[in-house]
């Protein structure tokens, strides 16, 4: 424990120090966890510094995101490659300890973070992702011979995150599912950032958490051996109840002045970091540790490296007694897909009558699901009515017809948790995941699309139906006019609206082959007409590239429709009366920006200036496209009850309304 102890102590001398080098960031938790994080990376938790993404690692994820010197200081102190200098330029540009925990990604790879947190609670429900995925790799991978898939998900959390409503969708999913290898450290330290906690929260968490169905501890965080042997209760009790482990802290702990109180929470500290180091024995130098906890933890090294090369061991041996099961892991954990070629080639005609994309997309999916064995599916209490249900692919989870095999996830009525735990599936690195609700409920798990997209998430998907005023009856409160352009203007997401069944096809092939990024599919409750005047691996491949002519003029060119969606087909019935007028479907605005300036000036040549563009929507992102001279029919107010025909006439959306706004021009 003396050990433990040191490293706790100098692990607190690494965050004070940065945080005021830096003269930015959180002390708080840094300095109240601390023997949380020595007895996790110095002893209880399984993992290899060499090789940070080995499969079978123990996962930590720092929910509680604005503490982020903790896991810094701690990835250091345990051997990861995240030199001294990096814990110094904590929070400068362009350096491995940005601000909150980040995912590797093109602006950042720090080795050891395993997701990125910030928004409070999202990492608690990160981690039931985790936890899910794992019993999920396990049902596939383990054989009675071998198990290679046997690890736990560890989450760090504060108040804020429990008062965050994600969490608790997160932990009711977490128990009903019985994920026993999730275990949650809640660091109680009775402070938020405005107020003591008392001033905002007073029920009982242990009672709450009972409730769910989570196994609960209560234990004093600055107690080494309490802390040590509750984890180690936690990971040996296989009971089908994930574990809650309410560890009682004193915030900015070993800081006088600050310390319990909410002035800890942030920089209030730094005028007192030098005080304070040597009230815990620590000297003057600046990012100091020890001879003595440099050789600790290469004992820790080698007790795990043991562990690893025990685990490589079996691994060869599950390999040879399983070829195709190896090559199916190695695909999944490589992400490893046909091309967007191959697929389109591979998928069938579709042959469409008129029928609403979201049909069209339950055709699709089981194609993708055939491609891609990796690709799973959920939804938010809506399979029946987004169609996104993978076929023969079992549901997951555990009692009823559930199994931990299952491809279908059944989130309940949670869309801010499914959109958390589908980023846990993407980080925890194994699957593919889509999950589906309405379009206009895509606000509730907002935050996690624009986490999945700032962390170039391209193992999620989100399938949102009934995508426009064309719902109809349900009204105004289900009928999304602004939603779609509010998803347009997120950086590194591809929102996919498509026009018809082939234009679909598209769409979820390119949302299972992007690397760089997660992508939105829109699609139509009512039926649409096919663009049948094109051949469909034409309107396949323009789709892929975000737009195309999905109808060229028969005359001198004069006039430039654009559209896209359930508005195509009237831009298509509009230019019948046009010789002049070329028909544009851009089903991904996002994808024809990526494409050369030669062919997006083929697509909307700049000598036509006579552009008008038509979407059941809200018309200003439009404009970049039709230009200060052009026009656009869109709908910029909320819609109405009656059935969607009329909505739709009564909102313009008809070829005869368009016309009309052409020739009045």
């Given at each position: 424990?003396?050990?433990?102890?040191?490293?706790?102590?100098?692990?607190?001398?690494?965050?004070?120090?940065?945080?005021?080098?830096?003269?930015?960031?959180?002390?708080?938790?840094?300095?109240?966890?601390?023997?949380?994080?020595?007895?996790?990376?110095?002893?209880?938790?399984?993992?290899?510094?060499?090789?940070?993404?080995?499969?079978?690692?123990?996962?930590?994820?720092?929910?509680?995101?604005?503490?982020?010197?903790?896991?810094?200081?701690?990835?250091?102190?345990?051997?990861?490659?995240?030199?001294?200098?990096?814990?110094?330029?904590?929070?400068?540009?362009?350096?491995?300890?940005?601000?909150?925990?980040?995912?590797?990604?093109?602006?950042?790879?720090?080795?050891?973070?395993?997701?990125?947190?910030?928004?409070?609670?999202?990492?608690?429900?990160?981690?039931?992702?985790?936890?899910?995925?794992?019993?999920?790799?396990?049902?596939?991978?383990?054989?009675?011979?071998?198990?290679?898939?046997?690890?736990?998900?560890?989450?760090?959390?504060?108040?804020?995150?429990?008062?965050?409503?994600?969490?608790?969708?997160?932990?009711?999913?977490?128990?009903h599912e019985k994920l026993d290898n999730l275990i949650v450290l809640y660091d109680s330290n009775?402070?938020?950032?405005?107020?003591?906690?008392?001033?905002?929260?007073?029920?009982?968490?242990?009672?709450?958490?009972?409730?769910?169905?989570?196994?609960?501890?209560?234990?004093?965080?600055?107690?080494?051996?309490?802390?040590?042997?509750?984890?180690?209760?936690?990971?040996?009790?296989?009971?089908?109840?994930?574990?809650?482990?309410?560890?009682?802290?004193?915030?900015?702990?070993?800081?006088?002045?600050?310390?319990?109180?909410?002035?800890?929470?942030?920089?209030?500290?730094?005028?007192?970091?030098?005080?304070?180091?040597?009230?815990?024995?620590?000297?003057?130098?600046?990012?100091?540790?020890?001879?003595?906890?440099?050789?600790?933890?290469?004992?820790?090294?080698?007790?795990?490296?043991?562990?690893?090369?025990?685990?490589?061991?079996?691994?060869?041996?599950?390999?040879?007694?399983?070829?195709?099961?190896?090559?199916?892991?190695?695909?999944?954990?490589?992400?490893?897909?046909?091309?967007?070629?191959?697929?389109?080639?591979?998928?069938?005609?579709?042959?469409?009558?008129?029928?609403?994309?979201?049909?069209?997309?339950?055709?699709?999916?089981?194609?993708?699901?055939?491609?891609?064995?990796?690709?799973?599916?959920?939804?938010?209490?809506?399979?029946?009515?987004?169609?996104?249900?993978?076929?023969?692919?079992?549901?997951?989870?555990?009692?009823?017809?559930?199994?931990?095999?299952?491809?279908?996830?059944?989130?309940?009525?949670?869309?801010?948790?499914?959109?958390?735990?589908?980023?846990?599936?993407?980080?925890?690195?194994?699957?593919?995941?889509?999950?589906?609700?309405?379009?206009?409920?895509?606000?509730?798990?907002?935050?996690?699309?624009?986490?999945?997209?700032?962390?170039?998430?391209?193992?999620?998907?989100?399938?949102?139906?009934?995508?426009?005023?064309?719902?109809?009856?349900?009204?105004?409160?289900?009928?999304?006019?602004?939603?779609?352009?509010?998803?347009?203007?997120?950086?590194?997401?591809?929102?996919?609206?498509?026009?018809?069944?082939?234009?679909?096809?598209?769409?979820?092939?390119?949302?299972?082959?992007?690397?760089?990024?997660?992508?939105?599919?829109?699609?139509?409750?009512?039926?649409?007409?096919?663009?049948?005047?094109?051949?469909?691996?034409?309107?396949?491949?323009?789709?892929?590239?975000?737009?195309?002519?999905?109808?060229?003029?028969?005359?001198?060119?004069?006039?430039?429709?654009?559209?896209?969606?359930?508005?195509?087909?009237?831009?298509?019935?509009?230019?019948?009366?046009?010789?002049?007028?070329?028909?544009?479907?851009?089903?991904?605005?996002?994808?024809?920006?990526?494409?050369?300036?030669?062919?997006?000036?083929?697509?909307?040549?700049?000598?036509?200036?006579?552009?008008?563009?038509?979407?059941?929507?809200?018309?200003?992102?439009?404009?970049?496209?039709?230009?200060?001279?052009?026009?656009?029919?869109?709908?910029?107010?909320?819609?109405?009850?009656?059935?969607?025909?009329?909505?739709?006439?009564?909102?313009?959306?008809?070829?005869?309304?368009?016309?009309?706004?052409?020739?009045?021009?």
């Amino acid at each position: 424990m003396a050990a433990l102890a040191t490293a706790a102590n100098e692990a607190r001398g690494l965050a004070m120090d940065s945080i005021a080098a830096a003269h930015s960031g959180h002390m708080g938790l840094p300095l109240g966890c601390a023997e949380v994080g020595a007895v996790l990376y110095g002893s209880e938790m399984v993992y290899n510094p060499a090789d940070p993404k080995w499969i079978n690692r123990d996962r930590f994820i720092l929910s509680a995101g604005h503490g982020s010197m903790f896991i810094y200081s701690w990835l250091n102190l345990a051997g990861f490659d995240l030199p001294m200098e990096e814990i110094k330029r904590f929070r400068q540009y362009h350096s491995m300890t940005p601000g909150h925990p980040e995912f590797p990604n093109s602006e950042h790879n720090t080795p050891g973070v395993e997701c990125t947190t910030g928004p409070l609670g999202q990492g608690v429900a990160n981690a039931v992702g985790f936890a899910a995925s794992e019993k999920m790799a396990a049902a596939l991978f383990n054989t009675p011979s071998h198990k290679i898939i046997d690890h736990h998900t560890f989450v760090l959390a504060g108040d804020g995150c429990f008062q965050e409503g994600v969490s608790a969708e997160a932990a009711c999913i977490a128990a009903h599912e019985k994920l026993d290898n999730l275990i949650v450290l809640y660091d109680s330290n009775e402070v938020t950032l405005d107020k003591m906690a008392e001033y905002t929260q007073s029920e009982d968490i242990i009672k709450r958490y009972q409730a769910y169905g989570w196994e609960t501890f209560e234990i004093d965080g600055h107690d080494l051996a309490t802390v040590e042997a509750t984890i180690k209760a936690a990971k040996e009790n296989h009971n089908g109840k994930p574990k809650f482990i309410k560890v009682n802290t004193i915030i900015g702990k070993s800081m006088e002045e600050t310390e319990g109180t909410n002035a800890a929470h942030g920089e209030a500290g730094i005028p007192y970091v030098d005080k304070a180091k040597k009230s815990i024995g620590l000297p003057e130098e600046k990012w100091y540790v020890s001879k003595d906890t440099r050789e600790f933890f290469k004992g820790v090294q080698a007790k795990n490296k043991k562990t690893y090369d025990e685990w490589q061991e079996t691994f060869k041996a599950w390999q040879a007694a399983n070829p195709e099961l190896a090559k199916k892991l190695d695909d999944a954990v490589n992400d490893k897909v046909p091309s967007a070629a191959e697929m389109l080639k591979s998928i069938p005609a579709m042959n469409a009558k008129a029928e609403a994309t979201r049909v069209s997309g339950n055709k699709i999916i089981q194609e993708i699901a055939k491609l891609v064995p990796h690709y799973i599916s959920g939804s938010a209490d809506l399979h029946g009515s987004c169609r996104n249900y993978i076929n023969d692919g079992g549901n997951f989870g555990s009692g009823f017809d559930k199994s931990y095999a299952g491809r279908n996830l059944y989130f309940g009525i949670r869309e801010h948790a499914m959109g958390s735990m589908m980023n846990g599936f993407a980080y925890h690195g194994f699957f593919k995941i889509s999950g589906s609700t309405f379009a206009v409920f895509v606000d509730y798990l907002r935050p996690t699309i624009r986490v999945a997209s700032l962390a170039e998430l391209n193992r999620v998907s989100y399938i949102l139906t009934h995508d426009s005023i064309g719902v109809g009856e349900d009204g105004p409160t289900h009928q999304p006019v602004e939603t779609v352009s509010g998803l347009r203007v997120m950086p590194n997401l591809d929102v996919y609206r498509p026009a018809d069944a082939e234009e679909t096809v598209a769409a979820y092939v390119s949302s299972v082959t992007r690397k760089e990024g997660p992508t939105a599919l829109i699609l139509s409750r009512q039926n649409l007409v096919q663009i049948d005047g094109i051949d469909y691996m034409d309107r396949r491949e323009g789709a892929l590239k975000g737009g195309y002519i999905a109808k060229k003029e028969t005359a001198p060119l004069d006039t430039i429709i654009l559209a896209a969606g359930s508005e195509v087909q009237h831009a298509i019935k509009a230019a019948e009366s046009l010789p002049g007028a070329r028909v544009v479907s851009m089903p991904c605005f996002e994808a024809f920006e990526r494409q050369s300036a030669a062919y997006k000036e083929e697509i909307i040549p700049s000598s036509c200036r006579k552009r008008i563009a038509m979407e059941a929507g809200v018309s200003a992102l439009w404009y970049k496209y039709v230009g200060l001279d052009g026009k656009v029919v869109g709908v910029d107010r909320f819609g109405m009850s009656a059935p969607g025909d009329k909505v739709m006439e009564v909102m313009g959306m008809t070829a005869d309304n368009l016309l009309k706004e052409i020739n009045s021009w």
